[in-house]
């Protein structure tokens, strides 16, 4: 069988390239290793018939302010695709049974923080009109090939806009940890420790440089657009995108892992399939796939690449994270507070210093004493993923070591995820119960999925790294994966790769796929 480009990895970003050169005209073809397309975009029944879990991620914003999305809108809805808008975006729960939460109403989110600082609650206005007129040049970066003359188009227009000033203040921006940005910018300890949650969703604790960014980002977007997440699951956009991608042409072949890309003079020219099929590409093959099982497995090493192969092997893994989905009879009570219920994601990260420690602890091999949980509430938002009146619980526990040899509170002796997983899974919903009492009473069902069982169920998620790759600025930017193929080629000629491990990283933002299938297709 033959193809202009065969896409390895039904993943969002695999799917969204396809989608893309299937309508300007390329035959494409997408082969997954794994019966369901979407990667670490799933929606599965878990835990009890009627009770939808996503799988891994939840919060759809990322591809709903997405240049993808903005190109095929239309086309992805009439496929299907839909999201409901969350109000109350996230919050975090403190020691003292308080909690401060995001709005999409600014009004709300403004009383929250002006009840604690009069002062905070004028800052984070003046933040918010400072976005508004900052977010086109940052998302512009951000949706940019890097480096490109594109990138260098928004860098050149922001200056002429916004001046010297602005330039060296965004530049700060983006090399700034949390703790700094945050101190500079407000006083309420709360406030600062509510953003700056957000850095543990990637690997940046308080007071890791290139920090800042995410947390500023994700409260700003979330009080200016809102969040969504998808309606009956976020497999929303991956069921939308793979019927474009049908009836535009492309195909789309499951329970096909690609056992090695075929190359021959210097040249990818198709894929084998485990299963002994061999698949041509005349013009490219898209690896959405971590670049340590591209070039650790499916191609075969090569001395004259040795220097990159190098890289590749040096490429580091952020921290594991485990999911925790629960089939609940209500929502959890929480001691802060009825409303708390509404919110699309309660962050449970009360203080600055246990993010500090508890990627400290990820970081020595340790099981932590007191994991980030992030939990995701979305029956609050969707109820159709549920029986009526009923709900699921989304608990991703974060930060966590991939292997480890001790347990820092010293209770669980087992030292693999299979053996320690139940055990840990207790430790979570402990700290859960300490907020909100009696949830394990509510519990109907659940499901644990290690970092071990991550990686299972995707291999791009290597250790249970949801990251696929750490986003350090060492790693990020034009470094990523490897400084001098931020572009999305390879050493290998027609191979190309986009993903997670590719910039601009994790998320389901889609941008690697469609940026890559762009400069392929040239339009
Ligand atoms: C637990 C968790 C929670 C998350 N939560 C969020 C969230 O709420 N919001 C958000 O924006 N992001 C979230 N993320 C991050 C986001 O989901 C991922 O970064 C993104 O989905 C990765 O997409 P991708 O296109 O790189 O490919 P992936 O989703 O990694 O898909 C790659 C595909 O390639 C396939 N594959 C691998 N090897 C082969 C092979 N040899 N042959 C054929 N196929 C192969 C895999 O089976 C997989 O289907 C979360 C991630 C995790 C793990």
Redesign the pocket.
């Known amino acids: 069988m033959s193809y202009d480009a065969v896409v390895?990895?039904?993943?969002?970003?695999?799917?969204?390239a396809a989608v893309h050169l299937a309508a300007k005209g390329w035959k494409v073809a997408v082969?997954?290793?794994?019966a369901?397309?979407?990667?670490?975009?799933k929606t599965r029944e878990l835990t009890v018939a009627g009770f939808r879990h996503?799988?891994?991620?939840?919060?759809?914003?990322?591809?709903a302010g997405s240049a993808f999305f903005a190109e095929y809108k239309d086309a992805l809805t009439a496929h299907g695709l839909a999201f409901v808008p969350a109000a109350d975006c996230f919050a975090t729960v403190f020691r003292d049974d308080t909690f401060l939460g995001v709005s999409s109403d600014l009004e709300k989110t403004s009383a929250g923080i002006a009840a604690l600082s009069s002062a905070d609650a004028v800052a984070w206005r003046a933040m918010l009109a400072e976005f508004g007129s900052d977010a086109p040049h940052i998302f512009g970066l951000l949706g940019a090939p890097m480096p490109s003359l594109a990138a260098a188009k928004v860098v050149w227009k922001a200056w002429r806009q916004k001046g010297t000033g602005w330039l060296y203040d965004t530049l700060r921006l983006l090399f700034a940890s949390p703790r700094d940005f945050l101190d500079a910018r407000f006083k309420h300890v709360k406030l600062k420790t509510m953003m700056a949650a957000w850095g543990l969703?990637l690997d940046f604790p308080p007071d890791v440089a290139g920090g800042a960014l995410f947390p500023y980002l994700e409260s700003m977007a979330s009080q200016a657009f809102g969040m969504v997440i998808g309606k009956g699951g976020?497999d929303t956009i991956i069921t939308a995108m793979t019927s474009l991608l049908t009836a535009k042409g492309g195909e789309l072949i499951l329970n096909?892992?690609?056992?090695s890309i075929r190359v021959s003079g210097g040249r990818a020219t198709g894929?084998a399939?485990?299963d002994g099929r061999i698949l041509e590409a005349q013009k490219a093959v898209i690896a959405?796939?971590?670049l340590k099982?591209l070039f650790g497995?499916?191609v075969a090493a090569d001395e004259a690449r040795a220097d990159f192969d190098r890289k590749v092997g040096q490429f580091r893994a952020g921290p594991g994270?485990m999911?925790i989905h629960l089939a609940l009879e209500d929502l959890p009570d929480w001691r802060a507070g009825e409303a708390l219920k509404r919110f699309a994601y309660v962050h449970v990260a009360p203080d600055l210093e246990m993010m500090s420690r508890v990627y400290a602890e990820a970081a020595a091999g340790l099981l932590p004493t007191e994991p980030v949980l992030?939990v995701?509430q979305p029956t609050a938002i969707d109820p159709t993923r549920a029986p009526e009146g009923k709900h699921v619980l989304w608990v991703?526990v974060r930060v966590l070591p991939a292997e480890f040899h001790g347990d820092a509170a010293g209770e669980i002796t087992a030292r693999n995820w299979d053996d320690a997983k139940e055990a840990y899974a207790e430790r979570a919903l402990d700290i859960i119960e300490r907020y909100a009492p009696g949830l394990r009473s509510k519990v109907l069902g659940r499901a644990i999925?290690s970092p071990t069982d991550?990686e299972r169920?995707?291999?791009?998620?290597i250790g249970?790294?949801?990251?696929?790759g750490s986003h350090h600025l060492d790693q990020n930017f034009i470094f990523r994966p490897v400084a001098g193929y931020s572009r999305y080629a390879t050493p290998v000629k027609s191979l190309y790769m986009?993903?997670?491990?590719?910039w601009p990283?994790?998320?389901?933002?889609?941008g690697?796929?469609f940026m890559l299938a762009k400069m392929l297709s040239r339009r």
């Open positions: 390895v990895g039904a993943g969002h970003n695999g799917l969204a082969v997954e290793a794994k369901e397309a979407g990667g670490a975009v996503d799988v891994a991620a939840m919060n759809l914003s990322m591809f969703h976020a096909a892992p690609v056992e894929v399939l485990a959405n796939i971590h099982i497995r499916l994270t999911m992030v995701g991703q999925f991550l169920e995707n291999p791009n998620l249970g790294d949801n990251l696929s986009c993903g997670a491990s590719t990283g994790a998320g389901t933002g889609a690697s796929g």
